[in-house]
């Protein structure tokens, strides 16, 4: 695939300044708005047919050859398919949730879930470093960075141990990343900081230290990062036998995915393979929830990257201030400065999207009915299901529309809290409950405590078997 086929583009189609693909940007350097991976549709090789995507080119070898990102190279050929990163990311299912769909209100068979906690870190960050990496080989990098509220740097902890191609330094806020994700960055030996403050003041040192030291940054300001994650995008057209659904709906916190998933059918659309764009529902937690307020309160919309920049001033000096602060169980969106604002304001525009937000309570319980489904999820990746069920009851999504809701992590990241939820029986809280005003489980699995005696048990399962 000739090189040229693969450039970088600002967002803001009032500079729409381009870029060679061996450049690192965050941002564009002549206006400052974030950059796109963009390609010359003339030259890119792609079936005339939806179904026709999705087969591993010849060149890939190893674990890039049974790659969920790589075997879709046609549509992100920034580097040769022989020369891209892989640790065997990206093979991930769609199921029917049945459990999901009832809870929703939804028809059965017409709420599907994309689990991504089969990656091997463990979520979808997965994909997109499988992107963010290759590009990090391409330019020569030796030192990859990022700031985590646990799964960014669970990914780069493991994409630097497996490939050994170079070292990671993650930040973290102090006290804000689940146990669970903690220990994967230290096992896979990534050099680990706790700074000060939450996620936001992580965010911002990382981008000004990657800059003073010339480090690779992987969050998702990186347009390469978002490339892999697009992929999510066709394994679920796939799973759905190439149909577009009605609706994508998924978590939010730096806005990655919202951004990314836009973005994966705005090209589709732009190149003929498909004819019709789902609506993506962009879902906050309560505690977290500035995308939320901004798009909702003050209906702050994409307008061709002429949104009003004066909300987002108003609501960091709250937040500067400490007149709010953010505070939600689901630790991977406690988010409130979303580094891809603009990116996904417009994915919304472009798929006539919507935000919302949920409160704790609502993602606990929908993070339960996951668990009922056979799959398990942390707590943020069952945002997405609360999200489906308050847009049915709204009126928004009809019970017989198709939805498809992005499950990011596995259940493993954070153990204590799903321990903790199902073992609640109002006498006590467990883990952080009572922090976040989480009142009793509504489909709690309470462990039952017997004598060490055999008839006790004989009588115990008999009893819950109906015998």
Excluded at 38 to 54: M, Q
Excluded at 167 to 195: H, N, R
Excluded at 225 to 246: A, C, N, S
Aim: net charge positive; with cysteine.
């Amino acid at each position: 695939m000739p090189r040229e086929v693969a450039f970088q583009r600002c967002i803001d189609p009032a500079c729409a300044a381009t870029f060679g693909i061996r450049e690192i940007l965050n941002k564009c350097p002549k206006c400052g708005a974030l950059v796109d991976v963009a390609y010359d549709e003339n030259k890119l090789r792609l079936p005339k047919k939806l179904s026709g995507l999705g087969v591993a080119p010849k060149e890939l070898k190893g674990l890039a050859a049974t790659s969920g990102v790589w075997r879709f190279h046609q549509l992100l050929p920034f580097a040769p398919a022989g020369k891209v990163v892989s640790i065997g990311e990206g093979r991930t299912i769609l199921a029917a949730g049945a459990p999901a769909a009832e809870y929703a209100g939804m028809k059965p068979g017409r709420l599907f879930l994309q689990y991504e906690g089969l990656n091997p870190s463990g979520s979808f960050k997965d994909n997109g470093m499988a992107g963010a990496f290759t590009h990090a080989r391409m330019v020569g990098a030796k030192m990859a960075c990022c700031a985590s509220t646990g799964n960014t740097s669970a990914s780069l902890a493991a994409f630097a141990a497996a490939t050994g191609l170079m070292k990671a330094a993650v930040f973290v806020g102090s006290g804000k990343i689940a146990i669970g994700k903690l220990s994967q960055a230290l096992d896979y030996g990534a050099l680990t900081y706790e700074i000060e403050g939450d996620f936001d003041d992580a965010m911002r040192r990382v981008v000004e230290v990657s800059a003073d030291l010339g480090l690779y940054l992987v969050n998702s300001l990186n347009p390469f990062r978002l490339e892999g994650q697009k992929t999510i995008m066709y394994r679920v057209l796939e799973g759905l036998g190439w149909q577009v659904p009605d609706w994508i709906v998924c978590p939010a916190g730096n806005l990655g995915n919202t951004s990314a998933f836009g973005k994966a059918f705005e090209e589709l659309y732009q190149l003929g393979l498909i004819k019709r764009k789902p609506r993506i529902a962009s879902i906050n937690s309560t505690g977290a929830d500035s995308f939320s307020v901004w798009w909702n309160d003050g209906r702050m919309r994409w307008n061709d990257h002429k949104f009003d920049r004066a909300l987002v001033d108003r609501r960091y000096a709250k937040l500067d201030s400490r007149e709010l602060k953010t505070n939600t169980i689901a630790s991977a969106i406690e988010i409130n400065r979303p580094v891809n604002l603009a990116k996904g304001l417009r994915a919304l525009a472009w798929t006539d999207g919507l935000v919302r937000a949920v409160p704790d309570e609502a993602i606990l319980d929908a993070k339960a009915v996951v668990g009922l489904c056979g799959y398990g999820c942390e707590p943020a990746s069952a945002a997405s299901v609360a999200g489906a069920k308050f847009l049915v009851e709204e009126g928004v999504i009809g019970r017989d529309e198709r939805v498809v809701c992005i499950i990011t992590g596995h259940h493993l990241k954070a153990p204590d809290v799903t321990v903790g939820y199902h073992s609640y029986t109002g006498e006590k809280f467990h883990h952080k409950f009572g922090e976040f005003g989480i009142r009793a489980a509504k489909l709690p699995n309470v462990p039952v405590r017997l004598p060490n005696d055999r008839a006790a048990i004989v009588a115990e399962l008999r009893r819950a078997s109906g015998r």
